[in-house]
Each structure stands twice: as structure tokens, then as C-alpha cells.
């Protein structure tokens, strides 16, 4: 019996109930049955997740699309069992792969999934070739880095490549006391007294527990919780957003960038 979509039917769970509670069965078989009907009371819970500040998934089919960065509904189009777990009682989807296909731009995405519906792994990687071509190179790439390390469950080193990125845009846009600070907080804040930041990111920035223990060296950081490496990532596609993209488009818009 394969358990699709993270779904069980009435007629499915009575019976495994009425299974458990039968004197034939020995202690651990009832455990072990007791253990699928949580199991099938967690995936249906999983499907019924809606956050659309989350990526997409075949059990919460909406958030930001891979390719265009906008949030948006997705169409699941294909569903395929990559592995499958056996217990006595059951067998249900271990790990799934879809593709979902975004309302908005019409492109797919695959998504390999475990069996409570959390996403593992997405393709193309979130952030990955959408930013704008007048993004500095450096930052784009450290960027789109940190965000491979954020959607394999790699926080601290997606943390380390989302400082990396904000140290290059210090670089890149920063004065040269800002650049000769050892601390992002403290350099983002010289670009803030400098105007060179506006004021809503520094406060942005000034709240973020990643730009207020890091060390030295990459060794040196604290460990990274998931809540704040997606915080992190947040801060830095913001950034990119007001500091090098909205830019770019006044400049296409006036027609005074050339491409």
C-alpha cells in the first residue's frame, strides 16, 4: 500500500485503527502500527500548510518561483516516488520528486520532497540567475551560493556566503572607512552615516543576530539556525533589490543604461 500525496483516506485509517486495536496482535505490532496513523496524521497535516514566504512544495504549491522571484501559485504536473519505506503494516512514499509550474512565468520546478512533504531540494536553485545583470558580480555569486547552501539545509554556510556577499557590496559601494572596518555592522553603519545605505536596511541589518557574532574567520561563527540563514538571505536579496536593481531600472526606464 503507497501512501500518494501525503494523503489517507477515512476508510484507510479506520481500518489500520481497527487493526491496532485486535488482541492478535502483539505489543510491538501495535506500536508499530500506532507509529503509521501518526504518520498519516502529520502528512496530512503537512498538505494542509499554506506560507507563501516559503518555497514551493506538492504540499504548500505556492511562494517564490525560482525563476521570475515573484511569489505565485504553482500546478503540480508530475509526481514521481523516488524511494519507498516498508513497515509490517504499510509502505508509503519515502521521498517524491515533482515538477510545479508556476502560474506566473509558466516555467517548471522541480522539487525533490521527504515523506512529510518538507522540501529538500529545488532546481533551478532559489536566486540563481535572476538578479539583474548590474549586480556586481562578486555579490551576485556569493548570493546565489548562499542560497544552494540554504535550500540543502547548509545554514552557516549559507550564512558565511550571505556576509560574504554583503562584505563585497561594502566593497563595491562603501567608502573606504566603511571598507576598512572589520565588522559588517559596523561598516553597513558608516555607509548609513555616509548615505550610502539607506536607512530602513541599516535597521534591517541592525536587528539581525548573523551580522552581530561573527568572527574573524569563518570557524570562529556561532552555530546557524535555519530562522536565521533564511533571515539573513532575505536581508541580502532586499539589499540587491534597492541597491543595485532598482537603480538599474530608473537608468533603463530614463534610457540612459546601456546594455
Known amino acids: 500500500m503507497v501512501i500518494h500525496g501525503g494523503t489517507v483516506s477515512g476508510s484507510m485509517a479506520m481500518s489500520a485503527a481497527s487493526v491496532m486495536r485486535s488482541p492478535r496482535l502483539s505489543v510491538a ?25 516559503t518555497l514551493p512544495t ?28 516498508r513497515t509490517s503494516q504499510m509502505a508509503y512514499a519515502d521521498c517524491r520528486v515533482a515538477v510545479l509550474t508556476c502560474h506566473g512565468c509558466k516555467k517548471g520546478t522541480v522539487v525533490v520532497t521527504d515523506n512529510l512533504g518538507q522540501g529538500l531540494m529545488w532546481w533551478p536553485v532559489p536566486g540563481a540567475g535572476i538578479l539583474d545583470t548590474q549586480v556586481n558580480e562578486g555579490v551576485a555569486s556569493a548570493y546565489d551560493e548562499g542560497m544552494r547552501s540554504l535550500t540543502v539545509g547548509a545554514y552557516r554556510a549559507a550564512a558565511v556566503m550571505f556576509r560574504s556577499a554583503l562584505h563585497l557590496f561594502v566593497k563595491d559601494k562603501g567608502s573606504e572607512k566603511a571598507q576598512n572596518e572589520r565588522h559588517l555592522k559596523s561598516a553597513l553603519k558608516h555607509m548609513k552615516n ?38 539573513l538571505g532575505k536581508f541580502v536579496r532586499h539589499l540587491i533589490r534597492h541597491e543595485y536593481e532598482m537603480p538599474a531600472q530608473l537608468l533603463r526606464d530614463q534610457g540612459l543604461l546601456e546594455e
Open 29 to 53: 505490532a501495535q506500536a508499530r502500527t500506532h507509529e503509521s496513523l501518526s504518520l498519516w496524521k502529520n502528512l496530512s497535516m503537512a498538505e494542509k500548510r499554506a506560507n507563501p514566504d
Open 58 to 85: 506538492r504540499a504548500d504549491p505556492t511562494g517564490p518561483c525560482p525563476w521570475c522571484g515573484r511569489v505565485s501559485n504553482f500546478e503540480v504536473t508530475t509526481s514521481v516516488d523516488l524511494s519507498v519505506a
Open 194 to 231: 555616509d548615505g550610502d545605505l539607506h536607512r530602513s536596511l541599516w535597521d534591517w541589518a541592525d536587528h539581525l543576530n548573523q551580522l552581530g557574532n561573527e568572527g574573524a574567520h569563518p570557524e570562529d561563527y556561532d552555530d546557524v539556525t535555519e530562522a536565521e540563514a533564511t533571515g
